[in-house]
């Protein structure tokens, strides 16, 4: 069966990480919103003009924006089979919309990574991303620097934005009997193995 995934998780739970090896497990596309605003952001594109500025503070961009981009994105022939969602929904009027977009032919999964907020904090002002600047990527041998929206004040306002907007979105989704939360405390790969029971889980229960 084709796995449609929303995966969850506060700013630094390693949701990008999780998604990117669930979609390449699964052979379906990891859809990143955050990935497709930063792209427009490099690009100077309207879209990106538009998000530069609010993606800086920390705040989310528009419900409209998003589900726009989002349904363009799943509309595409890649996404037929199945998608690991990354950082969509956020808000319960982004869920809402996207239950809207899904025909019933495959389930909606929900796993929700949970790590303690003084985890996150200390991850995300410690990250460092591959891109032109200071120190070099092991992975790639590119340079590293810190995510403009990882600096001390915007990982406080992002985490702060999370509680806010995201957090009822969680509860929204914790009601279905398709939503898992997973321990995101532990090593990567024993979040991994967590989420691939998680998703068994509900995809042979649906069976
Ligand atoms: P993180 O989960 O680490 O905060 P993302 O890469 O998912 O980072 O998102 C970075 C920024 O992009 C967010 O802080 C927000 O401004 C914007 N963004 C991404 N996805 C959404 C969304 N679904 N709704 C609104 N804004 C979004």
């Known amino acids: 069966m084709a796995v449609r995934l929303v995966m969850m998780g506060a700013p630094g739970a390693g949701k990008g990480t999780q998604a990117e090896r669930v979609a390449r497990e699964h052979g379906v596309p990891r859809v ?23 993606m800086a503070s920390g705040a989310l961009v528009s419900d409209d924006v ?7 994105r799943l509309a595409r022939p890649d996404a037929a089979k199945g998608f690991v969602l990354d950082g969509f929904p956020r808000t319960v009027a982004q869920a809402e919309a996207l239950d ?29 991303i ?34 806010r907007d995201t957090q009822p979105l969680v509860e929204f989704y914790r009601r279905r009997e398709t939503f898992r939360a997973v321990d995101g405390d ?22």
Do not use: F, M, N, W
């Not at 930063?38 to 500025?53: H, I, M, T, W, Y």
């Not at 977009?101 to 200390?122: G, M, Q």
């Open 186 to 207: 532990q090593t990567p790969e024993g979040v991994a193995r967590d989420i691939a029971a998680a998703i068994a889980s509900v995809l042979g229960a649906k069976r």
């Open 66 to 72: 998003v589900i726009g981009i989002v349904r363009d």
């Open 130 to 163: 591959c891109a032109p600047g200071a120190t070099v990527c092991e992975k790639c041998g590119g340079k590293l620097v810190q995510r403009p929206d990882d600096t001390a004040d915007v990982v406080r306002e992002r985490l702060r934005v999370y509680e």
């Open 32 to 54: 990143s919103t955050g990935d497709i605003l930063r792209e427009a952001v490099q690009a100077g594109s309207p879209l990106g003009k538009a998000a530069k500025a609010v």
């Open 100 to 128: 809207e977009s899904l025909d019933h032919a495959a389930p909606l999964v929900v796993v929700d990574i949970e790590v303690p907020t003084e985890v996150l904090v200390s991850r995300l002002s410690s990250r460092r």
